[in-house]
Each structure stands twice: as C-alpha cells, then as structure tokens.
C-alpha cells in the first residue's frame, strides 16, 4: 500500500507543488483513505491510484466545476 501512495503523491506532485507540511498531512490522509477503501475490498493498485489522485486533486483543487453537490 505505500508504493501507491507513494505514487500518487510523486504524481500529484508533478502538476503541484506540496510544502512538507501538506505533503505529510496529505501521506496520512491518503494512507486512511486506502484504508477504508481496501476494508471495502478495493484492492487493485492501479484503481487506488485513480482514487487517491482524485482525492488529492478535491482536496486541494475543490471539486470540479460540474459537481452539484448532490
């Protein structure tokens, strides 16, 4: 599970800039996020790496513009 999230913040952080602070707040939330998502039974790493990516990207960025909030 830490290679994927490891992958998912390099990633993200290609298109982002993320200062220590929000780069290990970010690692935790990401790690908590797998968490739940695996006790659901996703394990499949590239799936997780979709997930983790949007989250991050919703965490940081807002939601999209599209999002009604229903």
């Not at 599970?1 to 929000?22: C, F, H, P, Q």
């Not at 990401?30 to 990207?57: C, M, N, P, W």
Request: overall charge negative; aromatic content about 10%; hydrophobic content about 35%.
């Amino acid at each position: 599970m830490d290679e994927v999230v490891d992958a998912v913040l390099i990633t993200y952080g290609m298109t982002r800039k993320l200062d220590s602070n929000r780069l290990a707040e970010s690692r935790e939330k990401i790690t908590r996020y797998f968490e739940k998502l695996a006790s659901a039974g996703h394990t499949d790493s590239h799936q997780l790496s979709v997930y983790g990516l949007a989250y991050l990207k919703e965490m940081y960025e807002g939601p999209g513009p599209r999002f009604t909030g229903c």
